[in-house]
């Protein structure tokens, strides 16, 4: 299955179904077609106007218009005017190009009726005159499909040649191109975060174990794990996105500590009794129903994202927890069938029990919680008080290409026509006159002119384009060609020129079409817009909403605002919302867990805030450094959350066992605890970090900040889970905590020190061989 696999084309869908607002854009397309179709490419030269230069953009757009795939093609090089035939009273649209010029003079006339023709400034040619574009229109059908890629490879291929022969620097951009270029860049981090995510690994493994054939055997169990995630995705039908393209290395990373705490505990066993099988047995019994525990929180924190109703986070969420489950079964089969077979471990692999330095950092952390608890809270409590600071100066904003480094020639080129066009991303006004063929009524029309003229008062808005722009174009033609009659005639002029647009030919030629509906009742403003953020697209459109209600009074008129821009703009707070729901929800289910596990209230709160100040650090780190709140950092925190649970769970059920070894000494536990989970859990954070820093080699900000941000949260639970939630503990009443502890768990964990003699529990133990391994009985 996994070879089945295939790329997501379509546009990320991050609303759901039933959303009003995306209820009105799949009503638009379905009335309009789909807008984001048009690829631009713009140049800036003062001395465009050349011969050479000007054929060689002739060609150009020949050339990619002849491309399978493409609709249209308009530049300066393919506009056409608007001519009136006196004789059978029509209207002709006809090209002010029809083959290559000449020579210099030819060029000269062109560029003198192109000066005339108001109706394309501001939209193929700048406002200053010194930049054009040509607009390349894409086949709808072709638009969301593997043959976009290599459309968009070829005009761009065309388009680098007329550049370099004409020494002039291209810019691309528009939402066919933009898509394509995250599509290829998300294929080909997918494939470098797997490469880096099993060489990091590699080497960590190695220095911890020294050992080629742990190495080797542990990155094979996750990779069969990886191969299961990948088909997963192509068993549930779904594709590679943005999102789903980080599960790979993601399972790499989350399942090396599965193969590290069982090789921990199989060294830890072998080195008590020197029996493989014996180490193997103990290793899944001991620490089997733990990991599990474990990494049920792990894929909890990914499985609230099914929950957002968000079809590219539930796709996520339920492929990361299945996965994450998998893979922990994975290591738990493979493991001691493996290791079975291979020879025993040598004194240097179990070195790394006894490291010096590891041991001194644990007995100063002993010594710390067990002296200076106190401290510990004190210290904490400044931490947080920061934090809370840092979190104030978060905000919350997202962009369309914002997840690009400033620095990417995708980025750099959208700015271009941000400056010199105004953007290149569609926004669209309808308007239905709740009458067919009253959109064309001169009332209405006189309207629509209204709205045009107060969007242009809008820096972020470029030239909005309605049927009335057609009308003011025909009039202007219809005046002699003189550009100052581009305006929109009276009702008399109207009904004069109403003979002019009658006939077949005039409606084959009518580039308007698409601007009403087939009845007449519906039409519709566009506009191209910049990148300008989440949070002033939100201000901008609660400006806008009711000054167009107060031309197209809302009991008379139905107007909406759609478009991909503002469809970006309401997921983004769908996101923020349902993500935050998310998090709330893995608290919750968490908490359950440790409730069951510990059978107290008490304890939910001990071992919840541990996990819970990390997050809070990490977002006063976010608040400091401004990096915003957006989907793709806010996915931090619940991911976060439930890896740090892993290391609460893991110390609390050692912490329980030895405390019904000693139950009347807490500390003595704590203590016990430390140096005994401590290793485990300082290895399991190394890998965790340096595997998710790996996601900071990513050309997405967004990836690049989950991946530093995850790192540095789990590095502070594990200090937290070694500091804070030991501190915890002894500073509990000894009687409540023994209470607590002493409980039967409704889920129940095991531990060697169970079948040991201490003080007035004994226990019988019968051991009897069978062939070459020893089974045991307790």
Partial sequence: MATKIQLSYDFAKILPADDPFFKEYEKFKETFGEDGTVMVIGIQDSNFYQIQKFNGWLKLGRDIKSIDGIEAVVSVAEIYDIVVNADKKKFEIKPLVTEALKNQDELDVVKANIDRLTFYKGFIISDDGNSTLMAITFDKKQLNTKSRIEIVNQIVSQAEAFGAANNIKLHISGMPFIRTAITGKVAREMQLFLILAVVVCSIILWVFFRSFKVVIFSVIVVLVGVIWSIGTIAIFGYKITILTALIPPLIIVIGIPNSILLLNKYHIEFQRHGNKIKALARMIERIGLTTFLANLTTAIGFGVFYFTHSRILMEFGLIAAINVMATYLIALILVPIVFSFLPEPEVKHVKHLQAPRLNKVLEFIDRLVSRHHRSVFVVVGILIVISLYGVTKITTVGYVVDDLPKNDPVYIDMRFFEKNFKGVLPLEITVDTRSPGKALDPVNLQKINRLEKMLTKYSEF?????????????????????????????????????????GDSANKANSFRSFLDSSRQVTRISIQMADIGSLKMKVLIDEIRPRIDSIFNPTEYTTSITGNSLIFMKGN??????????????????????????????????????????????????????????????????????????????????????????????????????????????????????????????????????????????????????????????????????????????????????????????????????????????
Avoid at 464 to 476: M, N, R, T
Avoid at 641 to 660: C, H, P, Q, V
């Fill in 462 to 502: 470029s030239k909005p384009i309605a049927i009335v722009d057609g009308i003011k174009f025909s009039y202007q033609a219809y005046r002699g060609g003189d550009s100052k009659y581009h305006i929109l005639p009276g009702t008399l002029d109207l009904a004069d020129m109403a003979s002019f647009l009658k």
């Fill in 573 to 778: 707070d769908y996101l923020f919302k349902n993500l935050m729901e998310s998090i709330i929800l893995a608290i919750f289910l968490i908490s359950i867990i440790m409730f069951l596990l510990f059978m107290s209230f008490r304890m939910i709160t001990v071992s919840i805030l541990p996990s819970l100040i990390p997050l809070l650090i990490t977002a006063g780190i976010m608040g400091f450094f401004q990096i915003p709140l957006k989907p793709s950092t806010i996915l931090i925190f619940s991911i976060a959350f439930g890896i740090a649970s892993d290391g609460t769970i893991y110390f609390l059920t050692k912490y329980r066992l030895e405390l019904r070894h000693n139950p009347l000494s807490i500390s003595k536990a704590v203590s016990l605890t430390i140096r005994e989970t401590g290793v485990s859990m300082i290895y399991t954070a190394i890998i965790l970090f340096f595997g998710f820093f790996i996601f900071s080699a990513s050309s997405f900000g967004g990836t690049a900040s989950l991946g530093v941000l995850i790192s540095i949260t789990l590095l502070v639970a594990m200090a937290s889970n070694l500091i804070l939630l030991p501190a915890f503990l002894i500073a509990l009443e000894r009687r409540i905590a023994t209470k607590a502890f002493l409980q039967e768990p409704l889920i129940q964990t095991f531990d060697e020190e169970e079948d040991i003699e201490q003080d007035d529990l004994i226990i019988r133990k019968i051991d009897f061989a069978a062939d070459d391994q020893e089974y045991y009985k307790d």
